[in-house]
């Protein structure tokens, strides 16, 4: 590649930041400008309390995930499907090996800080999708030597693969178990599966670590994430700093939990139940 | 100076060989892993760190640990340490080089490791980790090597190596402050996650170390004609006892937080570690053993009479190497990692490659130890005639 793919990263979300406004692609973005946005993006001390979503930045990425809707469960199946396809995510056999972005698991597992032993049998059994939070106080970056993970003006935690030196000190640091490792080459499975391969995105390479990026690569040419175009009324994306965005509006509206808050990493996914 | 670690007896030799054997068994091994990928060791996606981070750790404090002769030595003018401190300098020295390998063999892509360099991240803590372990081995190998090179002439230390010397003291706590940082500072770990990991640190590295180096000075004496004041190792072991002691005391406050307030996380790693959860226990047995060799030899080193006789010394100090070398070297990182993140758990144990290339990381260590201490001794020896 040409272009080192930090800069490519960084390139194109400034020009999504700097594109979207104008096109009015869907409801992303607040106009405004982009230097603005870089306030509040390093790690976070000194955020005020009170009204933080005002006073924070401009642009904040964040998916909402309506739960209720994934007792369907060809829904889970789709939106996994979509996002393995369009990230050239490798199938392991064993549990160990595994790279995963979005995966399900039950409440209890998603939310081991309430377990709560007289739950509705409702939520007990409905399939919860993980993926990265995209902590707006992100611990895996805090740890990171070299900066391969960082957080971006928008609010996604992006991930460099030609720079990680694969220490895996951000899987340590992570509370939520969203990164995966590349134990071995990832090219082996998908090889040997025949899978078609998603020109548009890299493969990568073993020895570094992997995680969901909301699509960075989607919205840099103006489409939404993977799993929100497989099932729109399930992932519900949007710009958590705008009062007037579709994920607000729906915020407003219903319950939503998040994982882990004690831990002050202030995920930016959340499920309505 | 250093040519004297090329002239040996065919016994010095043989095992120069043999280390040398062991390390070319381990290199295939790293060679076997570095074509394969770290997909060969017992780590998975839940214990993403496994036993070379854990004995990396180990070592950071066994190398801290020369610091319990260099601050009576220099700042209080303990005499009696002035032949044997070097013998510190050195164990320093050769466990830093493990280090330092230990953490080139766990990372994925060693052949960008100069990325650290070129990405300077001072909100990492690995950052600074790189920063003070580096630079123990610089401090290290310039007091060692100028000290026994005066020694040798018969001359005083040269006072541009004084600083050196005192920097050297700060220096060896922030090399295990800092590595316990990397752990203690990240959230949702339990076991990790606790104000005491850096004194607890501490305070085994100065079990670990010092045990570590009369264990070498009984068995130098045995083997060449340099003679240490038993007194000074007897003192030596009193710093072993006194420092296992506070270690075992950390560690029952460790266990009176998490079991007295009953937060079922706090509790969780210490109930996988010591007594087993839900069925998983692959790591009770090695616990309970360094608990048991942890208090025996605490002892064996408290009673005058037994520290005073050298078989005992020995099994006391071994005891409290194995115990800090269990407890810190396998038991806190694996701990750390279960339950996992969903509450519930995935077992590591390392492959035959892996515990290869640990092995031959040792092998390494002995070699720079042999090699150090054979210059060392000779010097020694020399002066002792004289
Ligand atoms: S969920 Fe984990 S990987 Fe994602 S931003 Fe938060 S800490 Fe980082
Ligand atoms: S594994 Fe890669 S991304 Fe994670 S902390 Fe290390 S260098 Fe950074």
Redesign the interface.
């Known amino acids: 590649m040409s272009m080192d793919r930090r800069e490519f990263l960084k390139a194109a979300g400034l020009s999504a930041v700097a594109g979207l406004g104008a096109k009015g692609a869907f409801d992303l973005f607040m106009p405004g400008d982009v230097d603005a946005s870089e306030h509040g993006g390093h790690?976070g001390h000194g955020h005020g309390h009170g009204d933080e979503a005002e006073a924070g930045p401009k642009i904040r990425l964040a998916m909402a995930i309506d739960v209720l809707q994934l007792k369907d469960h060809s829904k889970v199946d789709k939106i996994k499907a979509a996002c393995d396809n369009a990230h050239n995510i490798p199938h392991w056999d064993s549990?160990?090996?595994?790279?995963k972005w979005i995966w399900e698991?039950e409440y209890?597992?998603?939310f081991?800080?309430t377990?709560n032993e007289y739950l509705a049998d409702e939520v007990r059994e409905l399939p919860f999708l993980l993926m990265c939070n995209h902590c707006d106080d992100p611990?895996c970056a805090?740890?990171?030597?070299?900066?391969?993970t960082f957080k971006r003006p928008d609010g996604i935690v992006a991930q460099d693969y030609h720079?990680?030196?694969?220490?895996?000190?951000c899987?340590?640091?992570?509370?939520?178990?969203s990164r995966?490792?590349?134990?071995?080459?990832p090219r082996i499975p998908l090889r040997a599966e025949g899978r078609k391969l998603n020109p548009r995105f890299p493969t990568r390479?073993?020895?570094?670590?992997e995680k969901c990026n909301f699509c960075v690569e989607r919205l840099a040419e103006g489409k939404q994430p993977a799993c929100v175009e497989a099932c729109p009324d399930v992932m519900i994306f949007g710009n958590l700093a705008d009062p007037n965005s579709e994920i607000r509006k729906v915020l407003r509206k219903r319950v939503s939990l998040r994982r882990?808050l004690e831990?002050?990493?202030k995920p930016s996914v959340f499920y309505l139940v | 100076m250093i040519e004297r670690a090329l002239k040996g007896s065919p016994k010095y030799w043989g095992w120069v060989i043999f280390l040398l054997a062991i390390i070319s068994v381990g290199f295939l091994c790293y060679l076997y892993q570095l074509k394969?990928?770290?997909?060969i060791t017992g780590?998975?996606?839940?214990i993403?760190?496994g036993v070379y981070i854990a004995q990396f750790t180990y070592f950071v404090g066994v190398a801290a640990g020369a610091v319990m002769l260099v601050i009576p030595k220099y700042l209080h003018h303990y005499q009696k340490y002035a032949k044997i401190v070097v013998f510190g300098e050195f164990i320093a020295i050769a466990a830093v080089t493990m280090c330092l390998l230990f953490?080139v063999v766990?990372?994925?892509?060693?052949m960008?490791?100069l990325?650290?360099l070129?990405?300077p991240?001072p909100?990492?803590?690995?950052?600074y980790d790189?920063i003070v372990l580096n630079g123990y081995l610089a401090i290290n190998i310039i007091v060692g090597y100028n000290t026994l090179l005066a020694d040798r002439k018969g001359l005083p230390c040269p006072g541009w190596v004084k600083p050196f010397i005192y920097l050297s003291i700060p220096w060896a706590i922030s090399i295990h402050t800092v590595t316990a940082f990397?752990?203690a500072?990240?959230?949702?770990?339990h076991l990790w996650l606790t104000a005491v990991m850096a004194p607890r640190f501490l305070a085994s590295a100065f079990a670990a170390g010092p045990s570590l180096l009369i264990m070498l000075l009984l068995f130098v004496q045995k083997v060449s004609k340099f003679k240490v004041d038993p007194e000074a190792i007897q003192s030596v072991a009193k710093t072993v006892c006194y420092a296992m002691i506070v270690n075992m005391f950390l560690m029952f406050m460790e266990f009176f937080t998490a079991y007295y307030s009953h937060i079922?996380?706090h509790i969780a790693p210490l109930e996988y570690l010591f007594f087993g959860l839900h069925g998983h226990d692959s790591l009770v047995g090695f616990m309970r053993f360094s608990m048991v060799a942890g208090f025996l030899g605490i002892f064996v080193l408290l009673v005058p009479a037994l520290r005073r006789s050298n078989k005992w010394l020995v099994l006391g100090v071994a005891s409290v190497f194995l115990a800090t070398l269990i407890d810190k070297g396998v038991g806190l990182v694996i701990g750390?990692?279960i339950p996992?993140?969903?509450?519930?758990i995935?077992e590591y144990s390392a492959t035959f490659p892996e515990i290869m290339i640990a092995i031959s990381i040792w092998a390494v260590g002995a070699l720079v130890l042999t090699v150090l201490y054979k210059v060392a001794l000779s010097v020694r020896e020399e002066q002792q005639i004289a």
């Open positions: 790690s549990k160990d090996d595994e790279v698991d209890e597992h998603v081991p800080d377990h611990p805090r740890v990171c030597p070299v900066e391969a720079r990680c030196i694969g220490c895996r000190f899987m340590a640091a992570c509370p939520y178990g995966s490792f590349n134990w071995f080459d390479m073993r020895g570094v670590v882990k831990l002050g990493t | 394969n990928g770290l997909g780590m998975s996606r839940d993403s760190w953490i766990d990372i994925g892509q060693p960008r490791m990325n650290v070129l990405h991240t909100h990492s803590m690995l950052f790189m990397l752990y500072g990240v959230p949702g770990r079922p996380g750390g990692f996992n993140p969903f509450e519930t995935t």
